[in-house]
T-cell receptor, first 112, second 116 residues
Framework: NAGVTQTPKFQVLKTGQSMTLQCAQD?????MSWYRQDPGMGLRLIHY???????DQGEVPNGYNVSRSTTEDFPLRLLSAAPSQTSVYFC???????????FGPGTRLTVT | AQSVTQLGSHVSVSEGALVLLRCNYS??????LFWYVQYPNQGLQLLLK??????LVKGINGFEAEFKKSETSFHLTKPSAHMSDAAEYFC??????????????FGQGTILTVHP
């Protein structure tokens, strides 16, 4: 199993550009989530999904969209990038919401 | 609402010394508690978790944590530090019910440095 994969590893955007961060898992996990990691702030939940077709907002959802059309994939879309979205983004998956979450390697995003 | 506070953003120990990383939480429902470790430029890896069974939880790499409800604490310990333990450690809480059900809230992290 590849586990949780994320692409790209690094990305530089200009303010106002849009992009999609890709996340995929091959463990047949129902629960998937996106976090952003900023220095001194730990990880904060952006959006999550409890199964295909079901998504919900986390702690910091503004400026981000998600969809879950398959069990395997959970892309995160930045609609109009802002410098405040410069961060490291992690995708995670688990069998269910209360079980161990498996994290991807992260995407380091810089918005100039 | 739930929250996590990790006391000390940096902890430094000598190799072979006791490791103690502190975590206090608040939760309005019975909590599930986790410790994750992050090595440089990697994702997070689960060390251990508390899910309302035994209050003393053993994890990987010789780490353990004790759930103390009266102190709302879940401190992480290891009797003897190894150089390979140098990393950033995150405590996290998830509510076992209510609006916080299944949503992980992380502490700000503690960077552990191990000196030879």
């Amino acid at each position: 199993n590849a586990g949780v994969t994320q692409t790209p590893k690094f990305q530089v955007l200009k303010t106002g550009q849009s992009m999609t961060l890709q996340c995929a898992q091959d463990m047949n996990h129902e629960y998937m989530s996106w976090y952003r990691q900023d220095p001194g702030m730990g990880l904060r939940l952006i959006h999550y999904s409890v199964g295909a077709g079901i998504t919900d907002q986390g702690e910091v959802p503004n400026g981000y969209n998600v969809s879950r059309s398959t069990t395997e994939d959970f892309p995160l879309r930045l609609l109009s990038a802002a410098p405040s979205q410069t961060s490291v983004y992690f995708c995670a998956s688990s069998v269910s919401q209360l079980q161990e979450q498996y994290f991807g390697p992260g995407t380091r995003l810089t918005v100039t | 609402a739930q929250s996590v506070t990790q006391l000390g953003s940096h902890v430094s120990v000598s190799e072979g010394a006791l490791v103690l990383l502190r975590c206090n939480y608040s939760s309005s429902v019975p909590p599930y508690l986790f410790w994750y470790v992050q090595y440089p430029n990697q994702g997070l890896q689960l060390l251990l978790k508390y899910t309302s069974a035994a209050t003393l939880v053993k994890g990987i790499n010789g780490f353990e944590a004790e759930f103390k409800k009266s102190e709302t604490s879940f401190h992480l310990t290891k009797p003897s530090a190894h150089m390979s333990d140098a990393a950033e450690y995150f405590c996290a809480v998830s509510g076992a019910g209510g609006t916080s059900y299944g949503k992980l809230t992380f502490g700000q992290g503690t960077i552990l440095t191990v000196h030879p």
